[in-house]
Each structure stands twice: as structure tokens, then as C-alpha cells.
Nanobody
Framework: QVQLGESGGGSVQTGGSLRLSCAAS????????MGWFRQAPGKEREFVAA????????FYSNDVKGRFTISRDNTRNTVYLQMSSLRPEDTAVYYC??????????????????WGQGIQVTVSS
């Protein structure tokens, strides 16, 4: 049974920070690239960031580059998304995902094999 579970979401004001965590079980974690995606109401799920199984390379969307940092701790089977300088436009449900291919890339959701349930991030003015 593969499980991905996000935590750390919530509501913050513009300019605030949050750190999302995603703990994985049921997979050989270090063999999987991990990604973060987000989906706002009425919009398609969009790529945010991805990190390869061994931590390199790393990719970010242009919308978050310089504000968000993805990292992973393979000893804890956990991937993180540190979000800073948050804006109302960042409001969305955030999902973590696992790719058995192992190499991160700018990718569509269809490239990923397993998904978490998602967690709400709300940024208010």
C-alpha cells in the first residue's frame, strides 16, 4: 500500500511563510523523484517543483522560483516545500507526487505515479 500524506498547510497573510511536508510509505523512497503540484478552483493542476531521488537536479516553476525551496530527507522518507513571501495567487490545494522514473523534470501531472490527498494553502491580503 502506497501512501503519501501532506501536512503543514493552513492560512497565512501575504508575505508569510509555510513549510509543507509529505511523508511517503510503501515505496523505495530514494528511487522516486518527488514533485509538488497545486490546483486552484477552476484551474488545472500545475507543476510547482520537483526533486530527483538523490536530490539533484531540482526544478521550479517560474511562478515560485526564488520564493519556494524543495528538499528531501531520504532517511525520513519525506519531501518538503518551504514557501516564503507568499502571495494570494499561491492559494491552492497543494499535492505531493512520486515518480518511479527517479529523475525530476519539468513535468505534467501524468508523469507521476502516486499522489497525496492534497492540502489547502490559503494566502490572504
Amino acid at each position: 500500500q502506497v501512501q503519501l500524506g501532506e501536512s503543514g498547510g493552513g492560512s497565512v497573510q501575504t508575505g508569510g511563510s509555510l513549510r509543507l511536508s509529505c511523508a511517503a510509505s510503501g515505496i523505495t523512497f530514494s528511487s522516486y523523484a518527488m514533485g509538488w503540484f497545486r490546483q486552484a478552483p477552476g484551474k488545472e493542476r500545475e507543476f510547482v517543483a520537483a526533486i530527483s531521488g538523490n536530490g539533484e537536479p531540482i526544478f521550479y516553476s517560474n511562478d515560485v522560483k526564488g520564493r519556494f525551496t524543495i528538499s528531501r530527507d531520504n532517511t525520513r522518507n519525506t519531501v518538503y516545500l518551504q514557501m516564503s513571501s507568499l502571495r494570494p495567487e499561491d492559494t491552492a490545494v497543494y499535492y505531493c507526487a512520486a515518480d518511479r522514473g527517479g529523475s525530476a523534470a519539468y513535468a505534467q501531472p501524468r508523469n507521476y505515479d502516486y499522489w497525496g490527498q492534497g492540502i489547502q494553502v490559503t494566502v490572504s491580503s
